[in-house]
């Protein structure tokens, strides 16, 4: 059975975007809309000579911003629940917002090993941002750009070390 990997984090923080670096092919639908991932959640990739099964968690569509952290977690709960790690993601443009931090305090308890992924951090400045994500409590986080393809090969490194 594969290892399996889960990308977590609220809409529009670039889950998809990341799943389709990390699987090496188009297969989830990247929106500048929050939460729209309609098609492929699930796919196989090789990170570092490792095959995991990675999932892309969704259903946040048309969330209202006061049902949002709710929503999320209810979408999340069952991926979670059967993650060998899951990749937490942040917007290091956006900084850390109210719901990352509830996201991350449920994340904690749930006893699942977790990577934390500061995404949009390309550049120096990004970099800078991303560090903001320490005050979660999830440890180092990792700064990257799933769009521009920086830091994703230390990312694969990092996850199939967790596995
Ligand atoms: P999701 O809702 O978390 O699945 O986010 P998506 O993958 O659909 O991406 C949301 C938006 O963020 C899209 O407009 C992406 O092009 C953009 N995005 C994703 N990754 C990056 C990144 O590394 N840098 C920047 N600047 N934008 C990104
Ligand atoms: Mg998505």
Redesign the pocket.
Known sequence: KLPVVVIA?R????????FNRLVGRRQAI???E????RDRKEGEALLRGRRVKLI?T?GLEESAPETLYGRMRSSSEEGVAQADLVVF?VDA?AGITPVDAHFAAWLRRQNRPVLLVA??A?GRAGTEAAMEAFSLGLGTPLAL????GEGIADLMSEIAERL
């Open positions: 984090g809409p529009n923080v670039g889950k998809s975007t990341l990247v929106s500048d929050p939460g729209v991932t892309d969704a993601c443009r995404n949009k390309e750009s799933a769009e521009h």
